[in-house]
């Protein structure tokens, strides 16, 4: 048995409201001079909250390598494994396409954009690039596999460690048991995490602490339509259309997933990264769903890369939104664009923060909206970011369910145990 953290989730759900509390004295009160509340930002909220995501993401390669190889090392039959790769990228295109066409259908039935005057913008800098589909493509394949893993590109990764794991499995009797040192090594990593997740109350205080005391609680004060509406499809998204897809893809029970979920969506909220979220989405997949191994060391890592349900509505959104207060009519056929658009976009979106504000400048282009635009989408982009990459990993975590179902690869027993 692995030694994991007790009581994760309520230590971190305090740490929170703590991180929050202080973060919202320390902004609205006049009590604390300007040097006392610059120290406490600079050296607790953000030093506490980048040692956090430093020590999540020293945790990304390693785990996706080893877990990926020792998983597919023990596979029986390798066929399966052709399976599983299109099963997982099929439902992956598909729930995208439905978390955009929900959120089009919202934004011109609700029209968040009307009687809205474009503000003025905030500059595009210190934003993460985002890279076109075509580079995507190409760097699935890597050509030196350590500049792959010393860039976090995980696809290079993912693709490195299939081939790796294959040659393994069909060496199995020439190499002795040299798979099983792979397995040994995936515990010994498994381990490392759940030792980082002791620290993730101290880690969630300073980053929400961090964010609340840049920002106060003002976020909702502009654009709040397309504010409140974004956040009700994003919850609709993950309440509603994964129930469904769990309930009949895969006779899974929502509210037992929701629940087990709970962990990987606040570190999802916190860190507003999908990539920095794989530890612990791989352990609640794993270990707290019954995924077995072979099927959730691929479908999570893949799906923190490419697929970003709420990046794709956030997208669908913001196009209506940025339409409306521009005075431009989308036409049906634009609609359905947006739709390939966004799921495109949201495959070649990195899995960090704030990424997809800067794929969405792809789908304005596209259709001559004004980009100055982005700006207003910036302002109120720090909380969104954060519920959408908690629906995002959801979204990873429901297809592994699915896949993993309908490969029997799915532990119903460990799924029920509370
Ligand atoms: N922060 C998101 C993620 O990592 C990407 C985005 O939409 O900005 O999943």
Known sequence: ?????????????????????????????????????????????????????????????????????SGIASLSSLKSFGNIASKTIALYLLTTAIAVSISLIVGSIFQPGSGYLMAETVALKDLPEGQGIYQTIVNIVPANIIDAMAKNQMLAIVFFSILFGLALNKTNHLTGNLSESFEKLNTVFLQLVLMVMKFAPIGVFCLIGKFVITDGFNIFQDVFMYVILLISVLLFHAFVTYSLILRFFASIN????????????????????????????????????????????????????????????????????????????????????????????SIGTAAVPSAGTITLVIILQQFGLPLEAIGIILAVDRILDMIRTSVNVTGDATVACVVAKSENSFDEMVFNKT
Not at 16 to 42: H, P, R, T
Not at 255 to 268: C, G, P, Q, S, T
Not at 271 to 278: G, N, P, R, Y
Not at 279 to 292: A, E, S, Y
Request: net charge neutral; glycine share 6%.
């Open 1 to 69: 048995m692995l030694d994991a953290p007790k009581n994760l989730t309520r230590n971190v759900l305090i740490a929170m409201f703590l991180g929050a509390l202080i973060g919202a004295i320390l902004y609205y009160s006049s009590f604390f001079s300007d040097g006392i509340k610059d120290f406490i930002f600079e050296y607790i909220f953000k030093l506490g909250g980048e040692i956090f995501i430093n020590l999540l993401k020293l945790m990304v390669v390693p785990l996706v390598f080893f877990s990926l190889v």
């Open 254 to 345: 929502p509210l037992h997933f929701f629940y087990k979920m709970k962990d990987a969506a606040i570190f999802a909220f916190s860190t507003s990264s999908s990539a920095a979220t794989i530890p612990v989405t791989l352990k609640t997949v794993n270990q707290d769903m019954g995924v077995k191994k072979d099927i959730a060391s691929f479908v999570v890592p893949v799906g923190a890369t490419i697929n970003m349900d709420g990046t794709a509505i956030m997208q669908g959104m913001a196009t209506v939104f940025i339409a409306q207060i521009s005075g431009i009519d989308l036409t049906l056929i634009q609609y359905v664009q947006i739709v390939l658009l966004a799921v495109v976009t």
